[in-house]
Every structure is written in C-alpha cells, then in structure tokens.
C-alpha cells in the first residue's frame, strides 16, 4: 500500500505560481497513474490532473495551460506545476494513486 504526503501549498497572489509534491513511500508509485485532486469550499473534490505510468498526461479543461503535472520516478515523488494562478484556483490540493490519498495542502490565491 502506497502512503502519500503532499506539500508545498501556500498564500500566493493571482498570477503567481506553486508546485506543489507528493512523495510517495511503499507500492509501485513509478508504475502507475497519479492524479492531482482539489476541493475548493463547499464544492465537489475534482480530478485536476493525471499522469500515467507512461507519463501520459491529461488535465481538466480549467488549468489546462497553466498547471503541468509530472513525477520523478527515482525519488519517488510527483509535482504539479501550477502558474498563473487564479482565486478560483483556491482550494486543498491532494494525491492520488491507487486509491491511497495524501491529506492534501492548501493553496490560497488571493491579493
């Protein structure tokens, strides 16, 4: 079973940037798919990001162009690139793969 933690969420103004990570311990991370979730207040946890053990990509129609999701398969680690940031971007941002979930980290986008 593969456990997840994710960092590097923060305060950062509209048009700003973040990458977030998401280390990996345990499982098969390098092999299989990993997504990048958010749920912003009282909405809907959505799938932002995914990238398969191939390293195929695929984004939601909201950040396309602007987040680039991608792993280091050696440290097991994945990132999620996020610019021009938005405040609609606003909300905890949490790993997936297997099924297993990070307990996110939080991005604000506010002036």
């Known amino acids: 079973q593969v456990q997840l933690v994710e960092s590097g969420g923060g305060l950062v103004q509209p048009g700003g940037s973040l990458r977030l990570s998401c280390a990996a311990s345990?499982?098969?991370?390098?092999?299989?798919?990993m997504d990048w979730y958010r749920q912003a207040p009282e909405k809907q946890r959505e799938l932002v990001a995914r990238?398969?053990?191939?390293?195929?990509?695929n984004y939601a129609d909201s950040v396309k162009g602007r987040f680039t999701i991608s792993r280091d398969k050696a440290k097991k680690i994945g990132y999620l690139q996020m610019n021009s940031l938005k405040p609609e971007d606003t909300a905890i941002y949490y790993c997936?793969?297997?099924?297993?979930w990070g307990k996110g980290t939080l991005v604000t986008v506010s002036s």
């Open positions: 997936n793969s297997l099924g297993a």
């Open positions: 345990g499982g098969i991370f390098s092999i299989v798919p």
């Open positions: 990238i398969t053990g191939d390293g195929i990509t």
